[in-house]
């Protein structure tokens, strides 16, 4: 290890040199109040910035072991801390100069906490793992304010964010305790009969779009269960709480245009993550394998087997290994709840308004204008039953153009100006008394679900070994480019850095050609939990930051 007057020296006298001169700063240094990493310096001012960790022993933190002392709580105080990290960053002064000259970065979450490598806490250190761009005019080293990050910045950022004396204390404990009962809910939920629950006093409605932030302005209305649907849970740190439980089996969110359906069904989404105070969604918890499904017209679909759903193509195509580059929105939709299914969900989440009309219903008078043997689509009526009773797999469907649903329900909640009614027993009666004469098209038999072995070559990097999240929606993967957009429960860009790094840790470790994808799956997340999140990156020991 050198002493930072070392790093003092060498900054001096590469000052006004090229930029690649940096690369001899490379190295671990000692700053008396905590240990320096840099890690990565890069290769000119525009390319990615440098990879840089910061690591301050307990004794001169100061954090209580109690705020990390489970792998739930140690998930949610490294975020705290991530966040009391950015949070600072935004207070130093911006340093000018070329491409990304004087930028530092921490990557820290939006509403959802999830588990990251930009923090690492355990009962010897905690360590940062920061992006600092090392400041530049054109080409040329500019070492004087590469001197104020190192030895002014740094240390304003170690005390104010890594020293537990400028924490406020209750809220880093609220932070955790929050974390903890969110996910005391979710391991509990399937125990108790549910796959999802609704805390009441609930604030569901975004602020726009765009935005992930709770609403706020105009006319806020928090969520109260049906009396009928209400359950109460005792939380370890918050006590009782109630709200509305939704049971396995199938259940409808129905109700007029702009009542909330969407917006409950979104939150449901969003409830395989544990959100931060004031989200409004805290307590929206939901299993944490449920699957959104829609339609997804022109995606590339590898021998999947849709067959319980589309048979009988034209031209003899087989289902039973179906292949496309180009889907429609049926055949996606088909393949896209047996990868679901394949993978081992336990909850499908669908919209009408992103399915497939012709893959979620063929009405009476259709069945009679077009004869089922010309028709190679088992609509998902008649088959949504059959895959909770025999597959156990649940469903929460949003419908609001067909009362067909009604028969297959086990629960019908409909939302009318943002409140929730549970009218079960009516949508049975009027199922009982409005007959549609439609039949059930459905084959006799169990559905299949045909296990896929991945092949090593299919996943090779080609050309460029480069892998990289573009955007949450796009993954670079070697030369090509994956899309995500309709991955609609990926909610943050270094989520997608990490689907990436999974395959390539899959790759290198366990595709074999004989393995299935679930057993790979299954293996490359036995590794996290063993190992950590790191275990994936190729900066592995280093700085696997995002």
Known sequence: MKN????????????????????????????????????HVQSDPFAPPSRVRVRVSMKESGFEGKLFSTKERKIAFEDYISRKIYGEILKLPKLKGTGNSGVI?????????????????????????ISIGLPAFGRKINSKSAERIFFEFLPILVKRALTYENYDKKEAEKWVKLYEDQEYIRKILL???????????????????????????????????????????????????????????????????????????????????NHIPGDGREFV????????????????????????????????????????????????????????VEIGTSLLLLDEDTCATNFMIRDARMQK??????EPITPFIDRVRQI?????????????????????????????????????????????????????????????????VIMKEGLELRGKEKIKSRDVDTLQYGGEFIELDYVEQ????????????????????????????????????????KYGLDIISPFYGKHPGN
């Open 4 to 39: 930072k007057m070392e790093l003092y020296e060498t900054l001096n006298r590469i000052n006004n040199k090229g930029y690649k001169a940096y690369k001899d700063i490379e190295g671990v240094y000692d700053f008396g109040q905590f240990t320096l990493f840099i890690d």
């Open 105 to 129: 970065f921490i990557d820290c979450g939006g509403q959802e906490i999830l588990e990251r490598t930009s923090v690492k806490i355990d009962n010897d250190f905690v360590e940062a793992r």
């Open 191 to 273: 125990d108790i009969g549910l796959i999802a629950f609704i805390k009441d006093g609930s604030i569901l409605p975004r602020e726009s779009g765009i935005s992930d932030k709770p609403l706020k302005k105009g006319k806020v209305i928090p969520f109260i269960s049906p009396e009928s649907l209400r359950v109460e849970i005792e939380l370890p740190n918050n006590g009782k709480i109630t709200g509305m439980g939704i049971k396995k089996g199938v259940t409808l969110i129905v109700g007029g245009g702009y009542h909330g359906k969407t917006t409950l069904l979104k939150a449901l989404e969003r409830g395989v993550y």
């Open 285 to 340: 918890i939901t299993v944490k394998d449920a699957v959104k499904i829609r339609a997804e017209d022109g995606r590339r679909v590898e021998k999947v087997d849709i067959s319980p759903f589309i048979a009988n193509l034209p031209d003899g195509q087989d289902t039973k290994r179906f292949s496309t580059e180009n889907a429609s929105g049926s055949t996606s939709q088909a393949a896209n709840i047996m990868e679901a």
């Open 369 to 374: 204008l077009v004869a089922k043997e010309k």
């Open 388 to 452: 909770y009773e025999e597959m156990g797999i649940s469903t929460i469907l949003v419908m609001g153009g067909s009362g067909d649903y009604f028969d297959v329900a086990d629960c019908v909640i409909k939302m009318q100006d943002y409140r929730p009614y549970d009218v079960t027993e009516e949508a049975r009666k009027i199922a009982f008394q409005l007959k549609t004469d439609r039949r059930v098209e459905r084959a006799e038999g169990p559905i299949t679900v045909t296990p896929r």
């Open 490 to 529: 990926l909610v943050d860009r270094s989520q997608t850095s990490a689907v990436g790094e999974i395959i390539r840790y899959a790759v290198k470790k366990y595709v074999d050609g004989k393995r299935t994808l679930k057993e790979i799956v299954e293996m490359v997340f036995e590794d996290i939990e």
